[in-house]
């Protein structure tokens, strides 16, 4: 079937097309209505707030802990991972196994892992370490794949396996993998804050109440150290500075308030919570029991999953088709050629505050000012991608080499630019669908009825069995769309374009 | 180099977040307890503080007080045995009590033997205060407040499915949110996000006191019947953990409670001894309305 597809190249233009035609049927069934509000009295209050952070208020602790639970969860996650990408092109097993691990949100993963290690340092840090190992595992697997081989052909017959890796492999690999993970705890930072949504003590914890209770200045505060940590990481996440940012991070954890018995919570999670409530006192062997399995399941299946994942697939495309008309607009921002020396800082600095909100954030502030539907999730959504997207573009519109005689503006930007970078761009999209539809399905909490909302509803009612089947959901779905985004970026030809910074992209085009 | 970092951290950092949970045994462990993050946090902040301070001066035992974020989290941190002690709502408690063989309700507010729910609703909709359920805001938007909430989720459901028979919220009213807390219920239908919701009656009477709800923009319409909400509930290792009795010490120093400035936050006059058996309407009515198996 990849062969035959494979050979039947697709034209960009069909690609962009066919998503735009599908974002079009998905708004038919979206729900985008606007309340008529009077959100202008919580607006004041929030721009006088983002006018005046309160810088005072931020606690330096919640700074270390959100910086503790990002180093070590991000290296937990990346040393597994690691471990995971030597079997990981072999073992079938192994990748259905990352790929599980990194379909799963680290809200998610926050809320199952809640239930065994309680309102730990430990639940944090796993939760970020899962489905960071599962990512790693890939992206790592990918860089020792596409490693030269020379090397390994050279050596000695009978050279043990981990020498001939340790010897021939990784030297030529390590700058990748080094930089790679670099960017990860970017990302790692982003996710702690999600961890203080569900009360670890990250800047996250602080951030939301400060957002739900109105206190703007706070909120703003916050923010504007969060942006400053991201904007400054490659500053103090260097090789150099890791061991000290390890034990540091160590010694900073959160201490656990209370004790678990994590062994009886193990237990009782393996062997009853999330076993479904008809398997739990019926006989396995009685047919009664299936029969109840089933009734059990249905009501799930045609009242949950299905409409959750439809809801989800239509956030999912529409956000994904607003996130590249977004990213087409704000890459130039960034590129040399388009902004000139004084635009250009200034629009990084906008790219990486667009980037770094949390969506969740963003989507609760719409929500004040739409109303609820899904239009505050898809904008929310469609802002970060966008402001993603256009980051990574504007670093490859630097890396091209362009004519002494190549026009300026609009003109370089729309016969030049754009055409050599389009297949790149297509590429990225394609890769940020089966994240968009990941964050979209947590979106739900927020009370668009996607998978997330459902999620919400199992746990609220403690019953984690259908917790546990609809996140299972959520993973097929998500692996369903990723599968169809590599057969569609085989069949675009753009397979072999990067979709992740695993290696340096700027400095190329940096002036000396 | 960095895998070997990295394996590094992942041995030391488990144990040692593991840690805590093996250094007891010598003293006395400290009585944790948390409560439903039902309105806003530094107004929990500063009820729990108090609390926690005047327990451990009236049981002699370490006090500690953890927030939680949402509603099943607290009622996880119970059932895995994080906290010992917790202030639930109605629907919370019965959640938690289920969960844990041995757990009790000791104590409620005096206010808590008869709570309500109001309905509030958006001035633009020109709904007016009335004695029945207000049939006629139907078809509008509505927002409960956090889902495993009793007196904005459970008895509002309940009360406007008999309102209703035989439909759910979600056929009644032309769109269903949830808030999450009871503040938040009032900005939302305040800001017009969402026509009618229902509230807290505590809160609402905090929260229009601290000058944050605007009379001409948001109303009450309806008061519900009353019926049994939050309470302390109890696990019952404490018994052998801190001695028997002490769960009787327990409930009697909750009851002994008299300092206005303990009370005033928690929107209670003072707490008055309560057991399970108060709470079986509303296991009636989880089952009833589909929460509770």
């Not at chain 1, 729900?31 to 810088?55: E, K």
């Not at chain 1, 960017?183 to 602080?206: A, D, K, N, Q």
């Not at chain 1, 409530?277 to 029969?291: N, V």
């Not at chain 1, 016969?415 to 089966?434: D, I």
Request: hydrophobic content about 50%; overall charge positive; proline content about 6%.
């Amino acid at each position: 079937m990849s062969t035959v597809l494979a050979h039947k190249p697709l034209g960009y233009r069909a690609a962009s097309a066919g998503f735009a035609l599908a974002a079009f049927a998905a708004l038919a069934l979206a729900d985008l209505h606007v309340a008529s509000l009077d959100p202008w009295a919580d607006l004041r209050r929030l721009l006088a707030g983002l006018m005046r952070p309160d810088f005072a208020s931020v606690l330096p602790l919640s700074i270390a802990y959100t910086i503790a639970f990002a180093v070590l969860g991000v290296g937990l996650g990346a040393g597994a991972g690691f471990l995971l990408a030597i079997p990981f092109a072999r073992s079938r097993a192994v990748r259905l196994f990352c790929a599980s691990l990194r379909a799963v949100h680290e809200l998610f993963w926050a809320l199952l892992l809640m239930q065994i290690f309680g309102l730990s340092a430990t639940t944090g840090l796993l939760a970020i370490a899962l489905p960071y190992a599962g990512i790693c595992a890939k992206v790592f697997s990918e860089i020792i794949e596409e490693a030269d081989l020379a090397a390994l052909r050279v050596l000695p017959p009978g050279t043990g396996a981990v020498s001939a890796f340790l010897y021939a492999r990784l030297p030529d690999v390590a700058a990748n993998l080094r930089h790679y993970t670099l960017y990860r705890f970017e990302c790692g930072l982003r996710s702690t804050l999600v961890l203080g949504f569900i009360g670890l003590p990250t800047m996250g914890f602080h951030l939301e109440s400060a957002f739900r209770q109105g206190r703007y200045g706070e909120a703003a505060a916050l923010l504007a150290v969060f942006y400053g940590l991201i904007g400054t990481r490659r500053l103090w996440v260097r090789p150099a500075t890791l061991p000290f940012l390890a034990v540091a991070s160590l010694l900073v954890l959160p201490a656990t308030v209370g004790t678990t018995d994590i062994g009886a919570g193990l237990a009782r999670f393996l062997t009853h919570s999330i076993v479904p409530a008809p398997l739990r006192e019926g006989a396995l062997a009685d047919p009664a029991t299936w029969t109840g399995l089933w009734a059990w399941f249905a009501p799930i299946l045609t009242g949950q999953i299905v409409p959750g994942a439809l809801q989800t697939l239509v956030l999912a495309q529409i956000a994904l088709v607003v996130t590249a008309l977004g990213a087409l607009v704000l890459f130039p921002l960034t590129a040399r050629r388009f902004t000139g020396p004084l635009g250009r800082p200034l629009g990084r600095i906008l790219l990486v505050v667009v980037r770094s909100t949390p969506e969740y954030m963003l989507a609760y502030l719409l929500l004040q000012l739409l109303g609820p539907s899904m239009l505050p999730t898809i904008l929310a959504l469609a802002i970060h991608n966008a402001g993603i997207v256009g980051y990574l573009m504007g670093r490859h519109a630097d890396g091209l080499a362009y004519r002494l005689d190549a026009p300026k503006g609009l003109n370089l930007y729309a016969y030049e630019t754009l055409p050599r970078l389009y297949g790149q761009f297509l590429a990225y999209l394609l890769y940020r669908w089966e994240l968009i539809l990941r964050e979209g399905a947590i979106l739900g909490l927020l009370g668009v009825a996607t998978l997330g909302f459902y999620v919400d509803a199992a746990i609220s009612e403690l019953r984690i069995d259908v917790a546990v089947v609809l996140i299972a959901a959520t993973v097929i779905l998500t692996l369903a769309v990723e599968a169809l985004s590599r057969r569609l970026r085989a069949r675009l030809r753009i397979a072999t374009l990067p979709t992740r910074l695993s290696r340096p992209l700027t400095d190329a085009g940096e002036p000396a | 180099m960095l895998a070997r970092r990295a394996a590094l951290s992942l041995l030391a950092a488990l144990p040692w977040s593991l840690g805590p949970a093996r250094a007891e045994g010598a003293t006395k462990p400290p009585l944790v307890f948390t409560g439903i993050p039902d309105q806003d946090e530094s107004r929990l902040v500063e009820r729990f503080g108090k609390v926690a301070t005047y327990l451990e001066a009236k049981l002699g035992v370490p006090v500690r007080y953890i927030p939680v974020k949402n509603y099943p989290a607290a009622v996880t941190a119970f059932t895995n045995g994080q906290v010992q002690l917790a202030w639930f709502g109605g629907f919370t408690g019965v959640q938690a009590r289920k969960a844990v063989p041995g757990a009790r309700a000791i104590a409620q507010g005096a206010e808590d033997a008869a709570f309500k729910t109001y309905l509030i609703a958006n001035a633009r909709t020109g709904l007016g205060s009335s004695k029945e359920f207000p049939k006629e805001a139907a078809g509008k938007t509505f927002t409960f407040g956090a889902r495993a909430s009793t007196s904005g989720r459970l008895m509002p459901e309940h009360f406007i499915r008999q309102a209703f028979p035989g439909k759910a919220p979600e056929q009644v009213f032309s769109r269903v949110g949830f808030s999450g807390d009871h503040s938040r219920t009032i900005q939302l239908v305040q800001s017009g996000a969402f026509e009618v919701g229902a509230v807290d009656y505590t809160v609402w009477d905090l929260d229009s006191k601290a000058g944050k709800v605007e009379p001409s923009a948001v109303k009450v319409i309806w008061e519900s019947p009353p019926y049994p909400d939050y309470q302390w509930t109890v696990r019952g290792e404490v018994e052998a953990t801190y001695g028997a009795g002490f769960t009787e010490r327990l409930r009697q120093a909750l009851t002994g409670i008299d300092d206005p400035a303990i009370l005033e936050p928690f929107g209670r006059t003072r707490f008055i001894p309560v057991d399970d058996a108060a709470y079986a309407p509303l296991v009636e009515v989880g089952r009833s309305t589909g929460l509770l198996d």
